[in-house]
Nanobody
Framework: QVQLTESGGGLVQAGGSLRLSCAAS?????????AGWFRQAPGKEREFVAA????????YYADSVKGRFTISRDNARNTVDLQMNSLKPEDTAVYYC???????????????WGQGTQVTVSS
């Protein structure tokens, strides 16, 4: 079993930055699997934000965050981070990390999910 724990959420003004971190623990071969970040705003479906391949060689982003967010990983520490810059009120959501995709990285079909961390961007 793998546990994912997100941290780093909070309240920030528009234009500001936050860095989210996701730590994997338990029986994990974290470095062998792609990982992703998703978000869910109130009343909306969970949506893809960013994903990264096992060795970090390839990254993928939703069009809405491209150029503002950066996903990275540290396999020695079993962590995946999401650096969020130039935040906008529409980025307000609960952010989830996920690992072990069972299909395309941009879909929500991942085996393991964290509990989520709230990001609120004020205008």
């Amino acid at each position: 079993q793998v546990q994912l724990t997100e941290s780093g959420g909070g309240l920030v003004q528009a234009g500001g930055s936050l860095r989210l971190s996701c730590a994997a623990s338990g029986r994990t071969f974290f470095s062998r699997d792609s990982a992703g970040w998703f978000r869910q705003a109130p009343g909306k479906e969970r949506e893809f934000v960013a994903a990264i391949t096992p060795n970090g060689g390839s990254t993928y982003y939703a069009d809405s965050v491209k150029g503002r967010f950066t996903i990275s990983r540290d396999n020695a520490r079993n962590t995946v981070d999401l650096q969020m810059n130039s935040l906008k009120p529409e980025d307000t959501a609960v952010y989830y990390c996920a690992s072990v995709p069972r299909g395309p990285l941009m879909r929500t079909d991942y085996l393991y999910w964290g509990q989520g961390t709230q990001v609120t961007v004020s205008s």
